[in-house]
């Protein structure tokens, strides 16, 4: 049985954000009036309580996150969702505070470009260099690779890359409400549509073209789902079955299986998108499975020069 303070969360969302993904026209007004108040920032609060480091790859940030005067245990690379048209917010950053206060990571977090004003090229042109550099010193701390709806498909599919790539995989593959599928074309979706209390399939497919602009939705770097299944790391999901892209959790997850990947999905049974993000019984009962997973990831073995 969910929480009251779940309840109350719903029924907000559902008035305050449904309309902005009704439809394609609805995704492109609020595009517009999100660019006129956008800041990255993290929040100044957290500028005192954490080691917090800013740097520049060309004229893109690039942020890192760790806690003062210790030395890290786990690197964790994070891509932040925003149907790639949004930029990271006050949600996210204080989701990464406290997985960095509770397993003393160093969490990197790019800002990557946004659509429609640039598309799915350029961020992996910005992104797949800032993996690059995480995967070539040696350390003992397990790497995770880490996002939330499209930051969750775009951890995937850079996954994906750095197979392609013979680049070593990260340690572990953790995905939030992942967007996999771009096609949204699972029949799945239409029964889960009336309880997603913040997306709606019209407005997601118009999030979907505005960032492919033009390019095929099956293209694995979009739509990881069809890409090679079959070499990814290990892999922990989560999704809510209130949620338009649940149904593709599901199906990504049994792809995976039976290609011979270890994915372990996490299903809760009333909650929305990225429920996890946000500070009520369910989403902290999220927070601290995710913590203790990655808790028990083991430290690597360097071998002695």
């Known amino acids: 049985m969910t929480s009251f303070s779940s309840k109350i969360i719903t029924s907000v969302i559902r008035l305050t954000r449904k309309n902005s993904y009704a439809s394609a026209q609805s995704v492109t007004n609020r595009v517009k009036n999100e660019r006129q108040r956008e800041n990255h920032s993290p929040p100044r609060s957290m500028r005192s309580k954490f080691n917090l480091q800013t740097d520049m790859a060309g004229n893109r940030t690039i942020y890192t996150l760790r806690q003062k ?39 990197v977090i790019p800002i990557y470009p946004l659509a429609p004003e640039n598309n799915w090229r350029d961020v992996f042109e910005a992104i797949m260099p800032v993996y690059e550099r995480m995967r070539e010193p040696e350390s003992s701390n397990p790497m995770v690779l880490m996002g939330d709806s499209a930051g969750g498909g775009l951890a995937l599919a850079v996954s994906m890359q750095a197979s392609k790539r013979a680049i070593a995989q990260p340690d572990h593959l953790v995905l939030l409400s992942p967007w996999v599928d771009l096609t949204m074309s699972n029949p799945a979706i239409a029964a889960v549509e009336p309880d997603d209390p ?108």
């Open 69 to 107: 005067h210790s030395a890290p245990k786990i690197d964790i690379l994070y891509f932040h969702g925003g149907g790639y048209l949004f930029e990271i917010t006050r949600y996210h950053w204080i989701f990464l505070a406290r997985l960095c206060r509770h397993l003393n990571a160093r969490i």
């Open 198 to 305: 913040w997306l709606s399939k019209d407005g997601v497919k118009a999030t979907a073209r505005l960032y492919a602009q033009g390019s095929d939705l099956r293209n694995y770097h979009l739509s990881p789902i069809y890409g090679d299944l079959s070499q990814l790391p290990p892999t922990s999901l989560f999704a809510g079955k209130h949620d338009i892209l649940y149904p593709d959790s599901v199906a990504l997850s049994e792809k995976a299986r039976k290609a011979g990947s270890r994915v372990d999905l996490f299903l809760e049974e009333e909650m929305f998108h990225v429920w996890m993000l946000l500070n009520f019984a369910e989403a902290r009962k999220t927070q601290k499975q995710i913590i203790a997973l990655l808790q028990a990831l083991p430290r690597k073995k360097i071998p002695a020069v």
